[in-house]
């Protein structure tokens, strides 16, 4: 089953082209599904059936599962389902006739300007190093609305100062030009002077490394940087689950709740509230339905019936 599995991710990356995180998501997803298969005997995908696919499902809203999370699972099983009848696998979809769970309309969560402010002022240079770092990526994700991964991926040369703007490769290598506020600008400038402080030190690293009489082949040099704009301690580029972190440590620290796509609905709705037209907005967010986008005039909705009921003297 799991020669079945790679074949299918292979498959997924070669064929349909999906995005790197939606193959790790279909692949947790596909692990747990061939775990339940385990469980209940069934030795060979070519012997799935809907009860299994069912079962599965009910297995995840048992397990407290997001109704988003059980779709997104029910869509990968249908995908592996249909690359198994491709290739003759199967003789016919189980998973054809099921119906994909309804989502429920849960609003994104937002933080006001001045919070969000507060949160971008919290790293303190006098006693982190680094903070120069994670205030320009607190920064530029309220200022631009990436996600995680494109902050991740994004390459120093990606960002124009001049023009002020940065050029991301979002979901499905789709390039989009996103605008930058020139305070998340200021704050790049600042923390370039650490970034080149982090490429020297990692380059005499290796150099160290390379000529020392003591390293061996179980020892290797630590691999110069890319060219990404952020890096790690080690002069290495971050990853996804690193932004992930940073951001979340300070959003802790503030007492509050939230992620790096917590910035991200900040940026949508603080675009909206200020008028902003929902096509606009969806061309910076990088959303390929302009329904994904709707999500954020509903939260304004929401904000201003507060504010109609607070303030309104028939309210």
Same mark, same amino acid.
């Given at each position: 089953?799991?020669?079945? $599995?790679?074949?299918?991710?292979?498959?997924?990356?070669?064929? @349909?082209?999906?995005?790197?995180?939606?193959?790790?998501?279909?692949?947790?997803?596909?692990?747990?599904? !061939?775990?339940?298969?385990?469980?209940?005997?069934?030795?060979?995908?070519?012997?799935?059936?809907?009860?299994?696919?069912?079962?599965?499902?009910?297995?995840?809203?048992?397990?407290?599962?997001? #109704?988003?999370?059980?779709?997104?699972? +029910?869509?990968?099983?249908?995908?592996? @389902?249909?690359?198994?009848? %491709?290739?003759?696998? !199967?003789?016919?979809?189980?998973?054809?006739?099921?119906?994909?769970? &309804?989502?429920?309309?849960?609003?994104?969560?937002?933080?006001?300007?001045?919070?969000?402010?507060?949160?971008?002022?919290?790293?303190?240079?006098?006693?982190?190093? /680094? &903070?120069?770092?994670?205030?320009?990526?607190?920064? +530029?994700?309220?200022?631009?609305? +990436?996600?995680?991964?494109?902050? #991740?991926?994004?390459? %120093?040369?990606?960002?124009? /100062?001049?023009?002020?703007?940065?050029?991301?490769?979002?979901?499905?290598?789709?390039?989009?030009?996103?605008?930058? &506020?020139?305070?998340? $600008?200021?704050?790049?400038?600042?923390?370039? *002077? !650490?970034?080149?402080?982090?490429?020297?030190?990692?380059?005499?690293?290796?150099?160290?490394?390379?000529?020392?009489?003591?390293?061996?082949?179980?020892?290797?040099?630590? *691999?110069?940087?890319?060219?990404?704009? /952020?890096?790690?301690?080690?002069?290495? *580029?971050?990853?996804?689950?690193?932004? /992930?972190?940073?951001?979340?440590?300070?959003?802790?620290?503030?007492? %509050?709740?939230?992620?790096?796509?917590? $910035?991200?609905? @900040?940026? #949508?709705?603080?675009? !909206?509230?200020?008028?902003?037209?929902?096509?606009?907005?969806?061309?910076?967010?990088?959303? &390929?339905?302009?329904?994904?986008?709707?999500?954020?005039?509903?939260?304004?909705?929401?904000?201003?019936?507060?504010?109609?009921?607070?303030?309104?003297?028939?309210?």
């Amino acid at each position: 089953m799991l020669l079945h $599995l790679r074949g299918f991710l292979d498959y997924l990356q070669a064929e @349909c082209g999906l995005a790197k995180n939606t193959r790790l998501a279909y692949r947790r997803d596909l692990r747990k599904f !061939l775990r339940l298969l385990i469980d209940h005997n069934v030795a060979d995908v070519a012997s799935i059936e809907a009860i299994h696919v069912t079962t599965f499902l009910h297995r995840l809203h048992q397990g407290k599962s997001a #109704a988003s999370s059980i779709s997104r699972a +029910l869509a990968a099983v249908r995908m592996f @389902c249909r690359y198994l009848v %491709l290739h003759r696998i !199967l003789p016919t979809d189980p998973s054809e006739l099921i119906q994909t769970p &309804a989502k429920w309309n849960r609003l994104p969560a937002v933080l006001d300007d001045p919070t969000v402010r507060g949160l971008i002022d919290s790293p303190e240079a006098g006693t982190d190093p /680094f &903070a120069p770092r994670d205030r320009a990526i607190l920064s +530029l994700l309220y200022a631009s609305g +990436l996600r995680a991964s494109e902050i #991740a991926n994004l390459p %120093l040369h990606g960002v124009d /100062f001049t023009v002020g703007a940065a050029r991301v490769l979002g979901k499905g290598n789709k390039e989009r030009v996103v605008p930058v &506020a020139a305070q998340a $600008l200021d704050d790049l400038r600042r923390y370039l *002077p !650490l970034r080149e402080q982090l490429i020297l030190e990692a380059a005499e690293a290796a150099a160290t490394a390379e000529t020392s009489e003591s390293a061996t082949a179980t020892r290797t040099a630590p *691999p110069l940087p890319s060219a990404v704009l /952020f890096l790690s301690r080690r002069g290495r *580029p971050l990853a996804r689950e690193d932004i /992930f972190r940073i951001v979340r440590k300070y959003i802790h620290r503030q007492g %509050l709740h939230g992620s790096p796509h917590t $910035l991200r609905h @900040c940026f #949508a709705t603080q675009l !909206l509230t200020h008028g902003a037209d929902l096509r606009s907005v969806q061309e910076m967010l990088g959303h &390929a339905d302009i329904a994904t986008t709707q999500i954020y005039t509903h939260v304004d909705a929401d904000r201003l019936r507060t504010v109609h009921r607070k303030f309104h003297p028939r309210g």
